[in-house]
């Protein structure tokens, strides 16, 4: 037999007699595949339509219940099968602020409650969907709401944040702290002044911000907000619906609706992109998962012997690959957009996922929008069910034009390896790392100057474009950028550690990559050492906001070097060709030293013959320049986009110890 027959007796074996036998369903790929539109609840107010795909259930029940919590059902319906494994049934009257579920009987044995897999609404902790109109719940000017401009990808700065790290600290001044309506509140500052909140967002001029998971996850008790509870919320449970413990009454099903959407409107006005990360690859449980308990075994992949596979280190994996599963991804994403009006979608482990699903999701939106922005992890935490020319790697994305990727040639080459926080790299002035901060300077595409086979192993030019690599020093998943530093600098001092960040910050922002910033980087944040901080409480995750006071100089850095790029072309060139056209690295005194110069004028430009040198090393590095005028808009730790900080004549640029130059003709 196939290896798909065996997994698919393996698993249907363990329940007994198999309804997918005696519906003559030989492996997964010849389940029917439903073509007309998918939603599981229609309402109205004279009648409420309910829907569920289970082409192997014997039958199946919608149960109503008058609250999202508690009691039993007041009413049973059965449903009807019709067309391609559909279940259908239609209740009459009005059934606007009552609850439901599904129960799916397969293998004469009830699987128990579910509120489907589609869910849009539900009561607290998501165990019951919710019966509502959505149009209620747009936000006045919802129907005015539109994402900001935007050209290019290159032309993004993304600012990654988790929504309770960035305002739960009582200094930020910010009223609904570790809420979605936390970034709608305007004029928020400490007790010192500084700006807080979606004020600081819009001071620092990023373009985009990408938040940690927002849909309704399975770990945190959404009945005991009194309670200290936290988690990232990679432990999806109904991928449809925001997160209730980030709304202001969990209880009412369509608060947490209003007010994401309040919180999108409120960045859109401020001019800034919102990034959804979403978490397709598992669920916070297989067994008794709506999947599970809607078509067993159908959404997640199965090893060998039965079991579920588990590339994503958390218990199980899904099934990217079949029709169903496929077309669940695509909808949802395109649901993100249309209710929500999110602007782009950073896929957790990414490689998971087979390729042509992540190149259905983006001509669907593409569709929609061809500027909303999709990147992701281009890697799995073990092998998946699939061949590797088959899933979304890091490695394959040149074969998935409009879709990026992180480069981690690019951080462990700046900071050093993920894995060991002891070792460092280019930033500590480690020897052997130029060529993987050459790799990412280039957006991690081909250039003639760009030594595959560098020091500390080969680099593979796997980007087509430089927008389909983002570059970054650090995010939530590990060490932050100051812990890593302070790690592999035992003793250095404050001023020695801003000196570093700031070097690292310059690389970062003249990448011709989708340069990338964990929040807080910018105010030296610490998360004390721990790495992976996903159930640590506010006093490792929270930021600081007296960190903004004390370490001013490092964040008007970062506002100078986001307004540099921003402001000239030179930093995203936008094309492969252009990059291996324009960009030439300039031979420098020490492995140590990086220089580069963007050749001539691009189109939009006000600068001419840009050039950056990046200097990790103990001593000046002197660098040789065409004889002419240059001004200064970067040196010694300091930047001043708009008057610059001086002219010079000549031929060589003297470029302080751990300090990074930027000059112009």
Sequence with gaps: ??????????VITAAGCSQ?????????????????????????PSSTHFALWAPTAQEVRVMLYEQGLGGSAYQMLPMEEETDGMWKVKADGDLNGKFYTFNVKVNDTWLGD???????????????????????????GWDADKRPPMKSFSDMIIYEMHHRDFSVDTVSGIKNRGKFLALTEKRTSTYLGEKTGIDHLKELGVTHVQILPSFDFATVDETRLDKPQYNWGYDPKNYNVPEGSYSTDPYKPDVRIREFKQMVMALHQAGIRVIMDVVYNHTAVAEGSNFER?????????????????????????????????????????YWVNEYHIDGFRFDLMAIHD??????????????????????????????QLPEDQIALKKNIARMPGIAAFSDEFRDSLRGAWGDDSKGAFLIGKRGFS???????AGGVVHPQVQTDSVNGPLRNWAGEPAQMISYMSCHDDMCITDRIRATMPGASVQEQDALLKLGMTAVMTSQGIPFIFAGDEVMRSKFGVANSYASPDSINAIDWRNKTAHRDLFDYTCGLIAVRKAHPAFHLGSASLVGKCLEYLETPSDNVVAFRINGKPEGDTWLNTTVVLNADTAPAEIAVPEGKYW???????IDPVMGLGVLNGNKLVVAPRTAMIVHQ
Excluded at 123 to 140: C, H, K
Excluded at 311 to 328: L, P, Q, V, Y
Excluded at 435 to 441: I, M, Q, S, T
Excluded at 632 to 638: A, H, L, P, S
Aim: hydrophobic share 35%.
């Design 114 to 140: 579910t509120p489907g897999v589609m869910a849009k609404a539900v009561g607290v902790n998501g165990d019951r969907a919710a019966i509502i109109d959505l149009d209620t719940t747009d936000p006045q």
């Design 294 to 334: 809607t078509v067993p075994g159908y959404f997640y992949r199965h090893t060998e012997d039965g079991k579920f596979a588990d590339a994503s280190g958390c218990g199980n994996e899904t099934a990217s690959e079949r029709a169903m599963m496929r077309r669940f991804m695509v909808e949802s994403v395109c």
């Design 632 to 638: 200064i808009v970067c040196r010694d730790g300091k």
């Design 1 to 10: 037999m196939k290896l798909k027959h065996v997994i698919l007796m393996s």
């Design 355 to 384: 390729i042509e699903t992540m190149k259905e999701i983006r001509a669907a939106l593409d569709k929609i929008d061809p500027t909303i922005y999709i990147g992701g992890e281009g890697w799995a935490a073990k092998a998946p």
């Design 435 to 441: 060529e993987g901060v050459k790799f990412g300077l």
């Design 20 to 44: 997918s036998q005696k519906d003559g369903f030989s492996s997964y790929e010849d389940y029917p595949v439903y073509k007309g539109e998918w939603e599981e609840m229609v309402y109205s």
